[in-house]
């Protein structure tokens, strides 16, 4: 009674052991290989974008605004030197975007008496230069 069992035990090894390591092969193969960028490249981080969007969002002229809608941006903009832009929902990074795109290129952020004046006390707020047109190395 042993040899039988061990005999089954014997075969079972000899067919389970080939079949796991077929299976880890297959999983090994069908691993994405990994991508290298390459220096210079078109790759811009999330970091940079996100600052790219910040500063694309600081150049709406507040003072052209109606006060509502001035209102709401100085809220929203506090919000993301607060929290970061993550912080924001889609439907607040829209209403900025929207606005940012009706801004003219050459329209400094704001003008007149305010500014300079910050949003959040002890931070400045950055005037806009024109989108970046150079490329980013990857971080």
Do not use: C
């Not at 052991?17 to 220096?39: F, I, N, S, T, Y």
């Not at 790759?43 to 969007?53: C, N, P």
């Not at 052209?64 to 929290?83: A, F, K, S």
């Amino acid at each position: 009674m042993t040899t039988l069992l061990l005999i089954a035990i014997g075969i079972l090894a000899g067919i389970a052991v080939p079949a796991v390591r077929a299976a880890r092969g297959r999983a090994e193969r069908q691993k994405p290989q990994r991508v290298v960028e390459l220096p210079n490249s078109a790759y811009t981080s999330k970091l940079v974008r996100d600052r790219d969007t910040r500063l694309r969002w600081a150049a709406i002229p507040l003072d052209r605004l109606h006060e509502i809608n001035r209102g709401e941006v100085e809220r929203l903009l506090e919000r993301v030197d607060t929290y970061g832009i993550d912080a924001l929902r889609p439907r607040d990074r829209s209403f900025l975007d929207a606005l940012a795109a009706r801004t003219p290129a050459d329209t400094p952020g704001r003008s007149g008496s305010d500014a300079g004046s910050p949003l959040v006390p002890g931070r400045e707020r950055t005037r806009s230069a024109s989108p970046r047109t150079e490329l980013h190395p990857p971080f």
